[in-house]
């Protein structure tokens, strides 16, 4: 990656007055603002389908997109929907109410399906053919999910839960429409993503596009794919995903995700993997494998566990992995998530792959004063971050965090009690010999504890911070632009 720049910004956050942030004219208006700023990268969060708890890393699907991003002003304008139909619905307001902005986007995008496909049901086709490894399952998936009442896959009637060939062709017919409805969905989505990719790409913006290593459990991707996962008979996890206890959480992190059956997935040459990755690398110009340690090995617990304190370590696809993504997708850039515990054998990992890693500015400051997140540490071949999704603000790590940590960020960075303590640490990572710095759009906007994006550990009230209009500013622009320009990132 060459020396550059850009913000994390997940499309839910982006203004707008349905809710949400779509891919609508807040979203062109934002790459607008990178543009103006100098920025190379807009950083995403994962945009599949999501469920309970709305975490873009527990997807629906890991090949679908997002409905609730589907942007209504085009739809509108196409004479799918009437304008009054959607300013009818309580879409809430301030930060992202899902328990409005679900049901009213569902209404809508069914209106639009009874009016409008039939006008564009050719062009429907012609998506699905072209997304044939994924589409029909996703829809099947998602049309019994709704027959069942939105229980889980492995809730349902056993027929159709182990995929019996009859069941499936059952299904297929009596929920017909339903499925066609779900394909009609993902056709405007991918439709909308494209145009708005292609508009990027002409201001010199690219897209980071951030995959989860795992797949929910409830998901297309495990229903549809049994053979790939670590299950029992009745296809249910004996053991899920999670990382032993760390800076984020004194019980670990208990995902649940169901583990990859690593073996069966190289003896199939890593066909899913391959098709993952090649429906990321349409989405984004980069990939960022979140995760990436667990490649190398992963953490492994019992599915009755609690919490992810009693698990294991156990051995990854390591580099025969990544050697067959890099032979098979010539040129891909990927930046590797490797954060967490990390051992000789994942830093070997990493360094064989020739992937950049990550350093967090939040995690450079302990008492050792011998953090590898130290900037005069870091190697080229590296992204550096102010904070990602996960972390405090700057804003707000100054406010809540360590004052040890605090005051040691000010003496090497050189930040004086009157500096602007959020631009003092924006400056440390510009400067730094990293080739890529990346930071959240919260910490240039200068917010605190309202409008953090996620909490690590805790399922609800996280994903939900939006924007508000007009604060992606254009002299916040110009002064992001001058200091690109002075640090060589432009």
Same mark, same amino acid.
């Given at each position: @990656?060459?020396?550059?720049s850009g913000i994390i910004m997940p499309v839910f956050s982006l203004p707008g007055k349905y809710g949400i942030g779509t891919f609508g004219k807040e979203a062109y208006d934002f790459i607008d603002f990178l543009s103006d700023a100098g920025q190379k990268y807009w950083q995403v969060l994962p945009m599949g389908p999501?469920?309970?708890?709305?975490?873009?890393?527990?997807?629906?699907?890991?090949?679908?997109?997002?409905?609730?991003?589907?942007?209504?002003?085009?739809?509108?304008?196409?004479?799918?929907?009437?304008?009054?139909?959607?300013? @009818?619905?309580?879409?809430?307001?301030?930060?992202?109410?899902?328990?409005?902005?679900?049901?009213?986007?569902?209404?809508?995008?069914?209106?639009?399906?009874?009016?409008?496909?039939?006008?564009?049901?050719?062009?429907?086709?012609?998506?699905?053919?072209?997304?044939?490894?994924?589409?029909?399952?996703?829809?099947?998936? @998602?049309?019994?999910?709704?027959?069942?009442?939105?229980?889980?896959?492995?809730?349902?009637?056993?027929?159709?839960?182990?995929?019996?060939?009859?069941?499936?062709?059952?299904?297929?017919?009596?929920?017909?429409?339903?499925?066609?409805?779900?394909?009609?969905?993902?056709?405007?989505?991918?439709?909308?993503?494209?145009?708005?990719?292609?508009?990027?790409?002409?201001?010199?913006?690219? +897209?980071?596009?951030?995959?989860?290593?795992?797949?929910?459990?409830?998901?297309?991707?495990?229903?549809?794919?049994?053979?790939?996962?670590?299950?029992?008979?009745?296809?249910?996890?004996?053991?899920?995903?999670?990382?032993?206890?760390?800076?984020?959480?004194?019980?670990?992190?208990?995902?649940?995700?169901?583990?990859?059956?690593?073996?069966?997935?190289?003896?199939?040459?890593?066909?899913?993997?391959?098709?993952?990755?090649?429906?990321?690398?349409?989405?984004?110009?980069?990939?960022?494998?979140?995760?990436?340690?667990?490649?190398?090995?992963?953490?492994?617990?019992?599915?009755?566990?609690?919490?992810?304190?009693?698990?294991?370590?156990?051995?990854?696809?390591?580099?025969?992995?990544?050697?067959?993504?890099?032979?098979? +997708?010539?040129?891909?850039?990927?930046?590797?998530?490797?954060?967490?515990?990390?051992?000789?054998?994942?830093?070997?990992?990493?360094?064989?792959?020739?992937?950049?890693?990550?350093?967090?500015?939040?995690?450079?400051?302990?008492?050792?004063?011998?953090?590898?997140?130290?900037?005069?540490?870091?190697?080229?071949?590296?992204?550096?971050?102010?904070?990602?999704?996960?972390?405090?603000?700057?804003?707000?790590?100054?406010?809540?965090?360590?004052?040890?940590?605090?005051?040691?960020?000010?003496?090497?960075?050189?930040?004086?009690?009157?500096?602007? +303590?959020?631009?003092?640490?924006?400056?440390?990572?510009?400067?730094?010999?990293?080739?890529?710095?990346?930071?959240?759009?919260?910490?240039?906007?200068?917010?605190?504890?309202?409008?953090?994006?996620?909490?690590?550990?805790?399922?609800?009230?996280?994903?939900?911070?939006?924007?508000?209009?007009?604060?992606?500013?254009?002299?916040?622009?110009?002064?992001?632009?001058?200091?690109?320009?002075?640090?060589?990132?432009?």
């Open positions: @990656m060459k020396r550059a999501t469920d309970c708890g709305n975490s873009p890393y527990s997807s629906l699907s890991v090949f679908a997109g997002n409905q609730n991003f589907i942007d209504l002003e085009q739809l509108i304008e196409e004479g799918a929907v009437d304008r009054k139909e959607v300013e @009818m619905i309580d879409w809430g307001s301030g930060d992202v109410d899902y328990d409005k902005v679900i049901p009213g986007k569902k209404k809508i995008l069914k209106s639009a399906y009874l009016k409008a496909y039939n006008s564009v049901k050719e062009e429907v086709s012609d998506f699905a053919e072209n997304n044939i490894s994924w589409i029909y399952d996703y829809a099947l998936y @998602m049309a019994l999910k709704e027959h069942f009442d939105g229980l889980p896959w492995y809730e349902w009637e056993e027929d159709i839960r182990l995929r019996e060939q009859e069941a499936v062709e059952k299904y297929r017919s009596e929920l017909k429409d339903s499925i066609n409805y779900h394909i009609y969905v993902q056709y405007l989505f991918f439709k909308q993503w494209d145009k708005l990719k292609k508009y990027a790409e002409d201001k010199d913006v690219k +897209f980071i596009g951030d995959i989860p290593i795992y797949a929910a459990m409830d998901s297309a991707d495990v229903w549809a794919s049994p053979e790939n996962f670590q299950l029992d008979k009745k296809n249910m996890p004996v053991d899920v995903a999670g990382v032993p206890p760390d800076y984020f959480s004194e019980e670990g992190q208990l995902w649940g995700n169901p583990l990859y059956d690593w073996l069966a997935m190289k003896n199939d040459g890593y066909g899913w993997w391959i098709r993952r990755i090649g429906a990321a690398e349409r989405l984004y110009d980069v990939i960022r494998i979140d995760h990436f340690r667990g490649l190398e090995s992963y953490w492994a617990v019992p599915a009755t566990e609690k919490t992810a304190i009693n698990g294991e370590w156990r051995k990854g696809p390591g580099l025969d992995f990544i050697e067959r993504i890099k032979g098979w +997708f010539c040129g891909i850039e990927i930046i590797a998530e490797d954060l967490g515990i990390l051992t000789d054998d994942v830093r070997k990992l990493l360094k064989n792959s020739g992937f950049p890693g990550m350093k967090v500015l939040q995690f450079a400051f302990d008492d050792s004063r011998n953090s590898d997140y130290l900037p005069h540490k870091y190697e080229k071949n590296c992204v550096c971050y102010g904070g990602t999704h996960d972390n405090a603000t700057i804003k707000e790590w100054l406010e809540t965090g360590d004052k040890k940590e605090i005051e040691f960020a000010r003496e090497y960075f050189g930040i004086n009690k009157k500096d602007n +303590f959020n631009f003092g640490i924006i400056r440390g990572g510009m400067a730094s010999v990293a080739d890529t710095f990346i930071t959240q759009m919260q910490d240039y906007l200068e917010l605190g504890k309202e409008a953090r994006t996620n909490i690590p550990g805790i399922a609800f009230g996280n994903w939900k911070w939006k924007m508000e209009e007009g604060a992606a500013t254009k002299q916040l622009a110009a002064k992001i632009l001058k200091m690109t320009k002075l640090y060589g990132r432009y």
